[in-house]
């Protein structure tokens, strides 16, 4: 598996200039993505090992309706994304109608049928909840996590988010180094990591509400990506709690930061948890979990101040 095949380009972000290089989960190889357990998804949700939990999507929702009445149109896109996002991954739905037909488009790879629309559905939300936080941005820095939970940190300027590397355990097992860690990208700070870190669970979450649009025999990244980026946090953490004092005092100082970290984190392993059983939806997730788990990384995120 190579990157570029792991991985989507984010054009937007670089005209955006105002968000890291985004790359969703999309493409891979592997297994069957309808024989599993998580049928019941509309039933009562399982918490998380934090305690946090949140209705869970209605993973059977019928899309034939909106299957029969596709067109390959601008209007029909968007018409089927807004289908999807309502009966699959409400929460996505405002990510959907942030957009314009230029942007929303741009996610769609391939369009021509329905089947294709809903494979892309995930890409569209990551990227829609970059372009939302864009567009509702302005003296505080918006994440969306939820219909009724937006959390609001600081906007702040910190060191470059490419020092992760110098920490970094095994640079060649990432597949997500390369677009977030170097040149520009890797140019960021905290914020616009956190957006990833916040961007990523949505990724996770709404490909296990559409993951009956997996092609047989395929494998996504859906649990790599947001491990790899509760992993970046941690090490984020640490570089600026023994290397950078000033701009940790900056971040575990300001309550939505702390709020958001904490937040994220628990949703993180709440649709971890979720999708724990289901092999299509992760790569290298045991890989990349064990550095996220390893008790010198995960002491960051419990030695934040309460």
Same mark, same amino acid.
């Given at each position: ?39 019941? *998804? ?31 149109? *601008? ?9 999807? *996002? ?221």
């Amino acid at each position: 598996m190579t990157r570029a095949s792991t991985l989507y380009s984010f054009a937007f972000c670089v005209a955006a200039a105002a968000l890291g290089c985004g790359a969703p989960t999309g493409s891979g190889a592997g297994t069957n993505p309808i024989d599993d357990a998580g049928a019941d *998804a509309a039933a009562t949700p399982d918490a998380a090992p934090t305690g946090y939990t949140e209705p869970l999507c209605n993973d059977t929702a019928s899309l034939a309706d909106l299957s029969a009445a596709y067109m390959n149109t *601008a209007p029909g896109l968007r018409a089927a994304a807004r289908g999807i *996002a309502e009966r699959r991954y409400p929460i996505g739905l405002a990510f959907v109608d942030v957009q314009s037909d230029a942007q929303l488009g741009a996610w769609f790879r391939q369009r021509n049928t329905f089947a294709q629309v809903l494979n892309s559905f995930e890409v569209a939300v990551h990227e829609g909840g970059h372009i939302w936080d864009i567009t509702m941005a302005g003296g505080m820095w918006p994440y969306r996590l939820r219909e009724d939970l937006v959390i609001r940190t600081r906007r702040l300027t910190n060191f470059n988010r490419s020092e992760i590397l110098t920490l970094h355990t095994d640079p060649a097992m990432d597949s997500y180094d390369e677009v977030y860690l170097a040149g520009q990208s890797g140019a960021q700070g905290f914020n616009t990591l956190l957006d990833e870190y916040v961007q990523y669970t949505h990724s996770l979450a709404s490909r296990y509400c559409t993951r009956d649009g997996l092609q047989a025999g395929t494998r996504i990244s859906a649990r790599d990506g947001i491990l790899t980026m509760m992993y970046y946090v941690e090490l984020y953490l640490k570089i600026a709690r023994t290397q950078h004092p000033d701009d940790y005092a900056e971040i575990v100082g300001d309550p939505g930061h702390l709020e958001l970290i904490r937040t994220v984190w628990a949703r993180a392993e709440f649709w971890l948890a979720r999708t724990a059983s289901l092999p299509q939806l992760g790569l290298r997730d045991a890989t990349i979990r064990t550095w996220v788990y390893d008790p010198e990384n995960l002491m960051e995120i419990e030695m934040l101040p309460r």
